[in-house]
Each structure stands twice: as C-alpha cells, then as structure tokens.
C-alpha cells in the first residue's frame, strides 16, 4: 500500500473472501460487539484494506488504539527486536529494561510535580480494577463515584462505575456494591434542563448538595472515576469549570480523583493527557488503548504516596510483556518525534469548524463536539426537539463504510470520529467529504 490512497470499495460488503470469515466468526464466536461485516487484511497508516482488496479509511483507530497509525515502521521495527530477545518473564516478579525504562518516562510524564508509580495491566478494563483496588486499599473507604453515560470497562469492579448503556449490566447484577452515579455536565441534553454558562454549574452543586448530602457521605467516598470526555457514552466534552470543579470538591473531602484516560488519552485530544486540558493532576491515571499501538497494554499511573506498603497485594502475570512494553515505548517516540499532538489538535480543530459548516446544511446533525481528533455528531430527528435518530445515524454510518470509511457509534444517536494522529490534511478533507455525501443520502431519503 502506498502512503496516500483514497478510499476505494469495489465489491458489496462484505464481498466473497471477507464473507467467508465472517461467516466463520458468526459461526464460532461468542456473541460480543461487531459493528460491520468487513474483514480486515491489511493496514498502513490511516489506511485499511479488507481481504477483497477494498480499501477504506479508519475512523475508529481500532476504537481508540492506533493512533500511530497502523503497523507504523518505528513501532514495527521496536516489537520485532524485542521479540527476537525476550518476550516474556514475568515483570511484576522480576526485572527487564524495556519495563524499567516505560515505568520511568511514564511516571515522569503524568501531570504534577509529585513523584509517581506505574503498574502495568493487559487491557483498560484491568487497569480500572486496580484502580478500584488501590484507591480502596489506600484510603480505606467503601464506596466509588462515577457519572451516568461513563464507561469504565466490563469486568466486574469497571462494570459497576460504567453507566452508558443499560445493556452492558443486564443480565449480570448484582455488579461491585458501593458505587453510586451522579449527572454528567452533557450541555447539549442538560440533565437540569439549563443553559451554559447561566447556570453556573448547577450540575457539580447538585453533586455536593443533593447526592453528597442526601445519597452517600463523601467521607465514604474512595474514589471518583472521570472520564475527562465521556467517550462510550457520547463523545461528551464538559464545559471548561467542569472537571476542575469536580476536582477541588475531590480534595475538599479527600475523595481521590481517577481520571480514566483510556479514551481520550495518548496525545488524541492535543495534550499527552486529555486532564491536561484542564490543568488536572489526577491521584491516578488509567491507560490502556492507544499505549501500545496495538499490542495489548495499559497501565495505571498513582501518585507515590499510595503505593501499597508490602508487597503481595496486587500483581499479575502479562503486565509490562516486553514485546508490549517496548511497542509502548515506540509509540512514545512517534507522539513525540512526528509530534503528533500539534497534528491532533491543528486537524481536530479543522475537523470541528467542517463539522459545524455541515451541521448548518444538515439539520439532521443535532450537535458536534470534540476536542482535537476525538470528534462526534448526534444524529436527531428535528434539532428543535433534539429527539434521538438512532436509524438513521446507523444508516449513516453504513453509507460511509460503502464510500469507504469506518467509523463507529457511541451514546444512544451519535457517531464519533477518531482517526489516527498521523491522518493530514488531504485525507482528513476526503473523509469530511465521504461524511457529507453519507448524511446527505440519508437526510434525502
Ligand atoms: C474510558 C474507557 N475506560 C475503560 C475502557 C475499557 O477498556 P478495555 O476494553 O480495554 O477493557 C474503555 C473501552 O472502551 C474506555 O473507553
């Protein structure tokens, strides 16, 4: 594949080769999450191609992971030597360079001045789990805040903090006791039926004065997971007094504050981490996602005061894989080096005002919201009602995979757009193109 290809799709999808292992998978797989029937070959950059040899853009990153872009030579190159030497020995009971080395840069880069400690996990879900394990451990307390419209994972503990769609819980209650959900700050659907900025933050003195007081007392409180912007649940961006309101109630009652950066971190929003943004030094950090590139890495970043006091409280066997750990540390060099974050915030910024121009020849598109390249639309029946189009924004969605872009949906109407940061400015402008002529089509209809 070459560096720069537009989309091109030439059979039905999915067309005789990738059919097969659809089929297949249908066949034997347990029933989890697909999206669309294409079945992926090969990907470079932004760029994939599916065993019929059609060719589309990746507007998911593998739902948040690629943001390298895919199979990125420097990464490439990082996992093949690795694996030519070591590729595992158990890094939570002994030592190897390339997970002393991450623990090191990513301690240093998390936010604040205060010294910080890493442990490494196989996916986001587990990442939250120590979190929930730690936080608890450290303050002592039983119970966990997190938002309605949250997506935290779905094991056990995350399952309990996730609130974005009723589905993930049904059918395997009772989740963890002791978490409660509080509003959101979702402007665009005000929980309170409010308008920003005249309503001055209603939506964190409700937490404090209604759920705090009435609900559960903040001094039960261990932790509160945040997601900086609500991803699963909508690609929700909070206004700016926000987060940094949830964060001095947090230290008022000594609520320790997570923020869940398995989303929206990795350089996607323009900062390395989406708190950043806001200036927010979270007590612990969750990564997972786009850390690795692809290999399957995460960790959990806490300030140095929380560690555990002996050993034995918590481990596991895959956290910090070499192989994964020295595609991480290759991923940091490509955010770094081919500075990726300035790109993430220059197109996403582009994105957004093309976005708004065609949000105002299409009333079907309700909202757009994002910060740097984690965009969305929701999709509406009228935009005076905002009543929720779900049909049609799948509709939309299968329009663009014919012209040749993958995406995915999030919250009950919308769609987010998260391309890898190496995207430029020719393929971005082709894509915004591909999602006119879908909405379009659909609007007509
Ligand atoms: C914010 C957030 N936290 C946690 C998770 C769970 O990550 P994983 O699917 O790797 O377990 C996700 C996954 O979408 C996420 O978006």
Not at 191 to 212: G, R
């Amino acid at each position: 594949m070459s560096d720069f290809i537009r989309p091109n799709v030439t059979t039905s999808i999915p067309g005789e080769k990738s059919r097969s292992i659809v089929e297949m998978d249908n066949d034997y797989g347990i029933t989890a999450t697909k999206v669309f029937p294409v079945a992926i070959k090969k990907g470079k950059g932004i760029v994939l191609e599916d065993e019929d040899g059609n060719v589309f853009y990746d507007f998911t990153s593998g739902v948040g992971v690629c943001n390298t872009g895919h199979c990125h030579p420097h990464v490439v190159e990082a996992i093949k030597n690795q694996t030519e030497q070591l590729m595992h020995f158990a890094g939570t009971d002994y030592y190897y360079k390339s997970q002393s080395r991450l623990m090191e840069r990513m301690a240093k880069k998390a936010p604040g001045t205060n010294k910080k400690r890493v442990f490494f996990t196989n996916s986001g879900t587990e990442s939250v789990e120590a979190a929930i394990k730690l936080s608890r451990y450290y303050s002592k307390r039983p119970q966990f805040l997190s938002f309605i419209g949250a997506f935290h994972g779905r094991t056990m503990g995350s399952l309990s903090l996730t609130a974005s769609r009723a589905v993930h819980k049904e059918g395997f209650q009772p989740t963890m006791p002791g978490v409660e959900h509080v509003p959101y700050a979702y402007c665009y659907r005000c929980p309170y039926n409010l308008a920003y900025p005249s309503c001055n933050m209603e939506c964190v003195k409700q937490i404090e004065n209604w759920y705090l007081k009435k609900v559960l007392s903040p001094y039960d409180v261990a932790a509160f997971f945040v997601e900086p912007i609500q991803g699963e649940g909508g690609y929700i961006v909070p206004p700016k007094e926000f987060l940094p309101m949830i964060k001095e109630m947090c230290e008022k009652y000594g609520i320790l504050y997570v923020s869940d950066e398995i989303q929206a971190g990795f350089g996607r929003t323009g900062e390395f981490f989406a708190c950043e943004n806001w200036n927010i030094v979270p007590d612990i950090i969750t990564c997972a996602k786009g850390m690795g590139s692809g290999l399957p890495i995460g960790c959990m970043i806490a300030d140095e005061k929380l560690d555990y006091p002996h050993p034995g409280c918590h481990s596991n066997t895959f956290g910090g894989n070499p192989v994964c750990c020295e595609s991480s540390y290759a991923t940091l060099d490509v955010i770094e080096n081919e500075n990726l974050m300035v790109n993430a915030k220059n197109l996403g910024q582009y994105m957004n005002d093309a976005l708004h121009d065609i949000q105002k020849r299409h009333p079907i598109i309700g909202d757009v919201r994002g910060l740097g390249l984690m965009q969305a639309i929701e999709i509406v029946k009228d935009p005076k009602t905002k009543e929720i189009d779900p049909v049609s924004r799948d509709q939309i969605c299968d329009e663009m995979l014919q012209l040749g872009m993958i995406t995915i949906d999030c919250g009950p109407s919308s769609i987010r757009f998260i391309p890898p940061l190496v995207i430029n400015k020719e393929e971005m402008a082709i894509a915004l193109e591909i999602i006119e002529k879908a909405v379009t089509k659909v609007e007509n209809h």
